[in-house]
């Protein structure tokens, strides 16, 4: 009985859903919904339709979004797109300088107030395997307004920690006394040739027109300057000297190599007043005393010489810097 009820509801609900159907428009309706579908696998458009249909024309399923994801100015080139981009690689590239200025703040160090007054201009013989031939070169501004006292300073090696002070010199250099030491003041233009070993004279020294003599006896790493006073203009050609020394005396003065003490091979016919005139004249301190009063007698170019005994600096690579009596950098050379 229950069961036959059930079938006779079943049977008038379908029936009412159809008379519903039908009357509401019925299969008119789908067909109508049908033809607004754009051809979306066809080549070949619907007589009268627009080919620039949007996305919005073509069936999709309930739950996909009516949205574009990626709209077509986009992919072609969307002008904000090419801003970000532009900024991007700008900040880019001011963090690659960012982390350079950073790496160069790490060799410098804490810079100190003298910077750029004095600079390291060269680092020589790092590769050597002796302190003597291994030097760096300091070099005062030419546009400093006085000159640079190296009182206190320093060279040191970051990368090992090895500090070396640079030391007291002698502005007026002799040979055979105990010079007077005195701090190093560099003038513009100056500069500072500073070896690793010991001074082959004994002490530092300030160089000057007669400094070649002392490379005749001792190596100096570099060489001094082979510039002295001329031989010929040591003794002037006059009647009375003809006398005193005889004229081979002049033909003998003419054949001595420049900054050079003739101490072998003097003619027999040279004279002894000729002898003992170029052994007082042509030497290192003979040259001094009679040039010291020149305007032009002292260089610009000085000799330190640190004193140790095994090299300061390492022969791969290093990282040198010059430091203020403060321990605060001046400048720095890397290789």
Same mark, same amino acid.
């Given at each position: 009985?229950?069961?036959?009820?059930?079938?006779?509801?079943?049977?008038?609900?379908?029936?009412?859903?159809?008379?519903?159907?039908?009357?509401?428009?019925?299969?008119?309706?789908?067909?109508?919904?049908?033809?607004?579908?754009?051809?979306?696998?066809?080549?070949?458009?619907?007589?009268?339709?627009?080919?620039?249909?949007?996305?919005?024309?073509?069936?999709?399923?309930?739950?996909?979004?009516?949205?574009?994801?990626?709209?077509? /100015?986009?992919?072609? +080139?969307? *002008?904000?797109?090419?801003?970000? #981009?532009?900024?991007? =690689? $700008?900040?880019? !590239?001011?963090? @690659?300088?960012?982390?350079?200025?950073?790496?160069? /703040?790490?060799?410098? +160090?804490? *810079?100190?107030?003298?910077?750029? #007054?004095?600079?390291? =201009? $060269?680092?020589? !013989?790092?590769? @050597?395997?002796?302190?003597?031939?291994?030097?760096?070169?300091?070099?005062?501004?030419?546009?400093?307004?006085?000159?640079?006292?190296?009182?206190?300073?320093?060279?040191?090696?970051?990368?090992?920690?090895?500090?070396?002070?640079?030391?007291?010199?002698?502005?007026?250099?002799?040979?055979?006394?105990?010079?007077?030491?005195?701090?190093?003041?560099?003038?513009?233009?100056?500069?500072?040739?500073?070896?690793?070993?010991?001074?082959?004279?004994?002490?530092?020294?300030?160089?000057?027109?007669?400094?070649?003599?002392?490379?005749?006896?001792?190596?100096?790493?570099?060489?001094?300057?082979?510039?002295?006073?001329?031989?010929?203009?040591?003794?002037?050609?006059?009647?009375?000297?003809?006398?005193?020394?005889?004229?081979?005396?002049?033909?003998?003065?003419?054949?001595?190599?420049?900054?050079?003490?003739?101490?072998?091979?003097?003619?027999?016919?040279?004279?002894?007043?000729?002898?003992?005139?170029?052994?007082?004249?042509?030497?290192?301190?003979?040259?001094?005393?009679?040039?010291?009063?020149?305007?032009?007698?002292?260089?610009?170019?000085?000799?330190?010489?640190?004193?140790?005994?095994?090299?300061?600096?390492?022969?791969?690579?290093?990282?040198?810097?010059?430091?203020?009596?403060?321990?605060?950098?001046?400048?720095?050379?890397?290789?």
């Amino acid at each position: 009985m229950i069961k036959t009820v059930f079938y006779w509801l079943l049977a008038l609900f379908i029936l009412s859903f159809l008379v519903y159907w039908v009357w509401s428009g019925g299969i008119g309706r789908v067909s109508d919904s049908f033809h607004l579908i754009k051809y979306p696998f066809s080549a070949t458009p619907e007589r009268g339709a627009s080919i620039n249909a949007s996305a919005n024309d073509y069936p999709r399923l309930p739950w996909q979004s009516s949205v574009e994801t990626f709209p077509a /100015a986009y992919l072609q +080139g969307n *002008p904000e797109n090419s801003t970000a #981009q532009k900024q991007y =690689t $700008e900040l880019e !590239g001011q963090y @690659e300088q960012l982390n350079r200025e950073t790496n160069r /703040a790490k060799v410098f +160090g804490d *810079p100190s107030p003298m910077k750029g #007054q004095v600079r390291i =201009t $060269e680092a020589y !013989g790092v590769s @050597e395997n002796s302190p003597a031939k291994e030097y760096v070169v300091l070099t005062a501004n030419t546009y400093n307004t006085a000159p640079v006292e190296l009182k206190g300073w320093s060279l040191q090696s970051a990368y090992t920690g090895m500090r070396a002070h640079i030391p007291l010199s002698a502005s007026s250099f002799t040979m055979g006394i105990l010079n007077d030491q005195e701090n190093v003041l560099l003038y513009p233009g100056a500069s500072a040739i500073v070896n690793s070993g010991g001074s082959p004279v004994g002490t530092s020294f300030r160089e000057n027109m007669c400094s070649g003599y002392l490379g005749q006896f001792q190596n100096y790493y570099p060489p001094l300057s082979n510039s002295c006073p001329s031989a010929y203009d040591a003794l002037a050609f006059t009647p009375e000297n003809l006398k005193v020394y005889g004229e081979t005396c002049f033909d003998f003065l003419q054949t001595i190599p420049t900054c050079t003490a003739p101490l072998r091979n003097v003619p027999a016919s040279v004279n002894p007043n000729c002898r003992a005139f170029a052994a007082n004249v042509f030497s290192y301190n003979g040259c001094v005393a009679n040039n010291r009063f020149r305007p032009t007698f002292n260089s610009n170019s000085w000799r330190l010489y640190l004193g140790a005994n095994v090299e300061l600096w390492r022969n791969t690579h290093d990282i040198i810097r010059l430091l203020d009596d403060s321990g605060r950098t001046v400048d720095v050379v890397t290789y």
